[in-house]
């Protein structure tokens, strides 16, 4: 498989790297036999998931609207070949990302209503997406103000933008394949989602929340309330994911979060209960200037959070 097969989208914060890592986390007390993810985002860990074997029932979801199209379009037989052939026949143009732009600036629909797949919008999604820079792709930002986006390689070193698009094109037969059988795809709250999945043993939950403000210079596209610092931090979104988590995790459920480091995760995720590993990541949105070293590039420090039991020690 090319690498692109990995993830849906070049998406911010996606998890394209470090997908078999949180999948092993998820197997380590055995196959699961169903998977919930609220925030799907790239799909990369339920394509990890499903190149592996897992052909359970999987509930995913993701409240953007954008995202979620792509989802279940690519799900969707006839959708997910109708995309392909149009994606086939599009080359990878400067024009062709910034009509995207400008198809997806008119695109008012946040978050398609049920059967409405809508293959054109999922289309220049991915246009816009995988020819523009990595990252940018779920961020809160103005169509217009990507337009200088486009992905152009003026040096030897690093990889080639063309080359990638074509990946793309290759890598979408087995996306829909690996999609298309035994996914529920929703676009809701994802706090609603957890409360109502299932939990128990054999449950395997991910959770790739919005990290805390104080690790991120970024806003997603769908952002969340968070009193990271302030007198509300008890009762915010975190606190309140904190929560519905611990109690799948009560209950029987391999859970596994991921956030940027900081020392308010000790307070959310007790480490008496949770296990932290640290993981030393690239920023996703560190766009280097011309011949910047990929080593100069800004890090970061990735924390999977883990339910800790003797299946993790």
Known sequence: MNRNQSAILPYLGGKRTLAPRIVDALCAGGPPIEYVEPFHGSLAVLLELRKRGFGGRAI???????????????????????LSDMIDATPFHEREYLDALDYLASDRSLCPAPGGLRVDTARAYLIASWMGRNGFSGMRAGWESLRSRFCVRWTNSGGDPAGRWASVKRSLPGWAALLSSKTTFLCRDALEVLRKARRGTGVAVYVDPPYLNETRSTRYAVDVDDGTGTLAESDDFHASL???LDEHRSAGSCVVASYYAHDRLARLYAPGLWRHDRIDVPKATDHGTRGKNKRDRKRAVEVLISANTGDHQ
Not at 60 to 82: E, F
Request: include cysteine.
């Open 60 to 82: 995913v979801n993701d409240a953007n609207g954008l995202v979620s199209n792509l989802a279940r379009c690519l799900a969707d037989r006839a959708a997910s070949q109708a």
């Open 242 to 244: 904190a929560s519905i």
